[in-house]
T-cell receptor, first 115, second 114 residues
Framework: NAGVMQNPRHLVRRRGQEARLRCSPM?????VYWYRQLPEEGLKFMVY????????ESGMPKERFSAEFPKEGPSILRIQQVVRGDSAAYFC?????????????FGPGTRLTVL | AQSVAQPEDQVNVAEGNPLTVKCTYS??????LFWYVQYPNRGLQFLLK??????LVKGSYGFEAEFNKSQTSFHLKKPSALVSDSALYFC????????????FGAGTRLFVKA
């Protein structure tokens, strides 16, 4: 059973460009979470999604950031008009359906660098 | 507000000595508690969790954690540290209120010296 997959692993963008980060959850997992980790800092929750639904986006910046988890295909975190402050590691995690007692399984992360 | 505190940015121990990484939380009700470990340039790996029952939980790689409800703490412990345990450790809390949001602590960097 393949783990959570994220691509690309490294992404370089110039200011003003768009960044698209992809996450394929583990097989059988219907819950996807996105986190941001700044250098030498902890994880900050961004958004929690189930198939075709955003359940909790309380950690998402109000502008430029969006996320989706379509019926088919990976979850996408999209950052429009990137700025240098968006440079960070973005981690996706998934968990199986059920309760919040289930641990999350993390992908290797996408490291975004904005020039 | 719900929060998780890891009061130590860094913990230094000598190999073979016991280690403790501290975590306290402020969440209403009976939350679920987790520990994760992160190695350089990697995602987080699950170590152990407390759901209910025995306050001492055993996890991967010889780690264990003790849940203390009165002190709202969930400290991570290991009887004998290894150099390979050096990593970043995160405590996390998931409120048992029907939602799925998990709150992570800021992380504690563990250095184990040979």
């Amino acid at each position: 059973n393949a783990g959570v997959m994220q691509n690309p692993r490294h992404l370089v963008r110039r200011r003003g460009q768009e960044a698209r980060l992809r996450c394929s959850p583990m097989k059988g997992h219907s819950h996807v979470y996105w986190y941001r980790q700044l250098p030498e800092e902890g994880l900050k929750f961004m958004v929690y999604l189930q198939k075709e639904n955003i359940i909790d986006e309380s950690g998402m910046p109000k502008e430029r950031f969006s996320a989706e988890f379509p019926k088919e295909g990976p979850s996408i975190l999209r950052i429009q008009q990137v700025v240098r402050g968006d440079s960070a590691a973005y981690f996706c995690a998934s968990s199986p359906p059920g309760t919040s007692s289930n641990e999350q399984f993390f992908g290797p992360g996408t490291r975004l660098t904005v020039l | 507000a719900q929060s998780v505190a890891q009061p130590e940015d860094q913990v230094n121990v000598a190999e073979g000595n016991p280690l403790t990484v501290k975590c306290t939380y402020s969440v209403s009700g009976n939350p679920y508690l987790f520990w994760y470990v992160q190695y350089p340039n990697r995602g987080l790996q699950f170590l152990l969790k407390y759901i209910t029952g025995d306050n001492l939980v055993k996890g991967s790689y010889g780690f264990e954690a003790e849940f203390n409800k009165s002190q709202t703490s969930f400290h991570l412990k290991k009887p004998s540290a290894l150099v390979s345990d050096s990593a970043l450790y995160f405590c996390a809390v998931s409120p048992n209120t029907g939602g799925f949001k998990t709150i992570f602590g800021a992380g504690t960097r563990l250095f184990v010296k040979a």
